[in-house]
């Protein structure tokens, strides 16, 4: 498939714009979106003509926009409880899926129940010969982490412990107790995957408390050899101020930011020891690696199964939280 791929985004106000920033720049045609009224359409059309020269069309009826664009991939960024639907219907409308995190949520259903509607949903991608992938871009960070480790002459020791502190903005949700755990942890949940593939939680180390503006967990995770990683993940939403995003392994803690090379083009920046390096944006990187997959016949960065896993992570650990 060499020609260019036509893109559509579910949801592009928030996150979606820069899904779709993304696949224009990775050379992609981005002919539509999906909104929820006229008025939020032809706000966001602005936006993303200014951010990258839009001249597509906004819609609100969903399945017509797939009808009418036939579009190759779709990303789907609508809220974590109509992720399902909406990565369904794309689907069979013949699209390659790229779904934000979590691959879906619903609040009404137990963990189980939501585990078989998201293999429901995989079984559409393979009936349709699609790829479905969610879009969880922090293990794109791992092989900088790594780099890191070289540049300053440390070595990478076996994973014995992993640490992750991660902040949000709480956005239109208004994100608070366990919706914070279920937006932003299937990002640590995920580098942990890339770690230990094959790995499991000790479901009797579980220890989680939610409270309103933080989630803290610590868990066990047992490598398929019988290994163990100590596992802390710090969650939360901060209204104003610099947004900390830490990330480490066995101690070796990282800062995560991002900030416009001399080019203007957004770049990912890890801090270690007070220094600074600069890398692509992981989100640019998770889109460019789900792009190459559709063309074939490389893997996205977080396959549906793999998604699936997190999935069944994510619920296990909130199901032995403790809410304060």
């Known amino acids: 498939m060499n020609r260019r791929l036509k893109c559509a985004v579910i949801g592009a106000s928030g996150i979606g714009k820069q899904h779709a920033k993304w696949y224009h720049i990775e050379g992609c045609d981005v002919t539509a979106f999906a909104g929820t009224s006229k008025e939020s359409i032809e706000k966001t059309k602005a936006v993303l003509k200014d951010m990258f020269g839009f001249e597509g069309k906004g819609y609100i009826d ?14 789907v960024c609508s809220p974590h409880h109509l992720h399902g639907e909406h990565a369904r219907a794309a689907l069979q409308a013949g699209a390659n899926v790229l779904c934000e995190k979590p691959l879906l949520w619903m609040k009404d259903r137990d963990i189980k129940s939501m585990l ?25 960070g791992l092989a900088f982490y790594r780099q890191v480790h070289v540049k300053t002459g440390e070595p990478m020791p076996p994973v014995q412990s992993m640490f992750a502190h991660l ?3 709480g956005g239109r949700m208004q994100t608070e107790y366990e919706a914070i755990w279920v937006d932003l942890a299937p990002h640590p949940l995920s580098i942990l995957q890339k770690l230990v593939p094959g790995g499991r939680i000790d479901e009797n180390s579980i220890k989680c408390e ?39 392994l066995n ?24 220094k600074d390096l600069m890398f692509n944006d992981l989100m640019q990187l998770c889109i460019r690696q789900f792009i190459k997959a559709v ?25 032995r939280a403790k809410k304060k």
């Open 251 to 274: 101690g070796r803690i990282v800062d995560y930011s991002g900030r416009n090379d001399e080019k203007g083009i957004y770049r990912t920046v890890i801090t270690y020891h007070g």
């Open 116 to 140: 078989r509607e998201a293999e429901r949903v995989l079984e559409v991608a393979q009936e349709m010969g699609k790829i479905l992938s969610m879009n969880a871009q922090y293990p794109a």
């Open 62 to 75: 969903i399945r017509q926009m797939l009808e009418a664009e036939r579009p190759d991939i779709v990303s």
């Open 210 to 248: 939610i409270s309103q503006f933080e989630n803290v967990a610590a868990f066990d995770y047992i490598g398929p050899a019988g290994g163990k990683c100590e596992v802390e993940i710090r969650l939360g939403v901060k209204k104003e101020g610099d947004l900390i995003r830490k990330f480490g």
């Open 167 to 169: 902040e949000s903005r």
């Open 295 to 319: 063309r074939g016949p490389a893997q996205p960065l977080i396959s549906a199964t793999e998604a699936i896993d997190n999935l069944a992570l994510l619920g296990m650990i909130l199901e």
